[in-house]
């Protein structure tokens, strides 16, 4: 057994430290206290992530078309920066309504993406935007969408010794609409029943106006978040003011998810509700812009 514990200063000294195999990243904590006290993780080398400045907050890519966020910052930073409210409230907005507030001022991005709940927000709503994370390890490093970290419930991709430092979030052109809203039927704190979050890039003004593309994806309602890309070609083409524009949309999405039943709803409930969440993701993000939130 190794055990022990090591406080990078920097990005480098970090990945190094995580050469050993013993070594296990920590950022928030939230997680791998909770594993630990399970008896899940034990005889590891910890690195803290938290004191590496270069892993904290929010600066502008160099195109000045993305956001990059540090993996160790925490939600309730994310919630309040000035650059993520003011570029991309959606993603401002839904960092501040994660859990609760001790939750929020310690779990970070990273962990969070790193971790792989199904159930999380953050990989349903990046997944969406089209985020990729940054990886460093020892000797390379690789970019991949957030949308390709997860492979199954609390599983990623990430190979032993592999650190994500960053992730790198487009910021919304000015004819593209967002939102992300989850369903919350048990208490305003708890993990999402089911989430959806759409990403739609409008053509034209009022009534008239035309989906012109569409991203759709549904979290909690699979092993990982669920790119539903049938019912999103359906809204391509329809225009706002349409009666019909949700024509098949809800079949489409009760077809992509592969929901479990467990104590926040059956299986069917589930997958009916993944339809009502996207229509009102999709009708919130035409009315208002982008914005996100918790729904009851
Ligand atoms: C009661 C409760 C309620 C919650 N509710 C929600 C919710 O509603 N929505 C939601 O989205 N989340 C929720 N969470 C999860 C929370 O948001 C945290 O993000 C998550 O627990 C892990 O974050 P962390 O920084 O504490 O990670 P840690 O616990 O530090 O690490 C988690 C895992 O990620 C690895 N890791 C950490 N950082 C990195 C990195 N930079 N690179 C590679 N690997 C890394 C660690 O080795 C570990 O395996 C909840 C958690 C709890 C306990």
């Given at each position: 057994?190794?055990?022990?514990?090591?406080?990078?200063?920097?990005?480098?000294?970090?990945?190094?430290?995580?050469?050993?195999?013993?070594?296990?990243?920590?950022?928030?904590?939230?997680?791998?206290?909770?594993?630990?006290?399970?008896?899940?993780?034990?005889?590891?080398?910890?690195?803290?992530?938290?004191?590496?400045?270069?892993?904290?907050?929010?600066?502008?890519?160099?195109?000045?078309?993305?956001?990059?966020?540090?993996?160790?910052?925490?939600?309730?930073?994310?919630?309040e920066?000035?650059?993520?409210?003011?570029?991309?409230?959606?993603?401002?907005?839904?960092?501040?309504?994660?859990?609760?507030?001790?939750?929020?001022?310690?779990?970070?991005?990273?962990?969070?993406?790193?971790?792989?709940?199904?159930?999380q927000?953050?990989?349903?709503?990046l997944?969406?935007?089209?985020?990729?994370?940054?990886?460093e390890?020892?000797g390379?490093?690789?970019?991949?969408?957030?949308?390709?970290?997860?492979?199954?419930?609390?599983?990623?991709?990430?190979?032993?010794?592999?650190?994500?430092?960053?992730?790198?979030?487009?910021?919304?052109?000015?004819?593209?609409?967002?939102?992300?809203?989850?369903?919350?039927?048990?208490?305003?704190?708890?993990?999402?029943?089911?989430?959806?979050?759409?990403?739609?890039?409008?053509?034209?003004?009022?009534?008239?106006?035309?989906?012109?593309?569409?991203?759709?994806?549904?979290?909690?309602?699979?092993?990982?978040?669920?790119?539903?890309?049938?019912?999103?070609?359906?809204?391509?083409?329809?225009?706002?003011?349409?009666?019909?524009?949700?024509?098949?949309?809800?079949?489409?999405?009760?077809?992509?998810?592969?929901?479990?039943?467990?104590?926040?709803?059956?299986a069917?409930?589930?997958?009916?509700?993944?339809?009502?969440?996207?229509?009102?993701?999709?009708?919130?993000?035409?009315?208002?812009?982008?914005?996100?939130?918790?729904?009851?």
């Amino acid at each position: 057994m190794s055990g022990g514990f090591a406080r990078p200063r920097t990005v480098e000294e970090a990945v190094e430290a995580l050469a050993d195999e013993d070594a296990l990243p920590i950022a928030g904590g939230v997680a791998v206290a909770l594993l630990t006290n399970l008896g899940l993780v034990s005889g590891r080398r910890l690195v803290a992530l938290g004191g590496i400045p270069g892993l904290r907050g929010v600066v502008r890519g160099a195109d000045g078309a993305t956001l990059e966020l540090g993996a160790a910052t925490p939600h309730a930073r994310l919630a309040e920066d000035r650059t993520l409210i003011d570029e991309l409230p959606v993603a401002a907005g839904m960092f501040g309504h994660i859990g609760n507030v001790r939750v929020r001022n310690w779990g970070t991005v990273g962990g969070n993406l790193a971790l792989a709940e199904p159930a999380q927000d953050p990989p349903v709503l990046l997944s969406a935007l089209g985020a990729e994370v940054v990886i460093e390890r020892s000797g390379g490093s690789r970019q991949l969408p957030v949308a390709e970290l997860g492979d199954g419930p609390m599983s990623t991709v990430l190979e032993p010794g592999e650190l994500i430092t960053r992730v790198v979030v487009p910021v919304l052109a000015a004819d593209e609409r967002s939102a992300y809203l989850k369903f919350l039927p048990v208490t305003a704190d708890d993990y999402a029943t089911v989430s959806a979050a759409v990403r739609l890039r409008v053509d034209g003004a009022g009534d008239d106006a035309v989906i012109t593309q569409a991203r759709i994806v549904c979290g909690a309602v699979g092993p990982v978040p669920v790119d539903c890309t049938v019912a999103a070609e359906l809204l391509v083409g329809r225009a706002i003011g349409d009666e019909e524009r949700y024509a098949g949309v809800a079949d489409a999405v009760a077809t992509a998810v592969s929901p479990k039943s467990d104590h926040r709803g059956d299986a069917g409930y589930k997958r009916e509700m993944a339809g009502v969440m996207v229509r009102r993701a999709v009708d919130r993000a035409l009315a208002s812009g982008t914005v996100s939130g918790g729904a009851r």
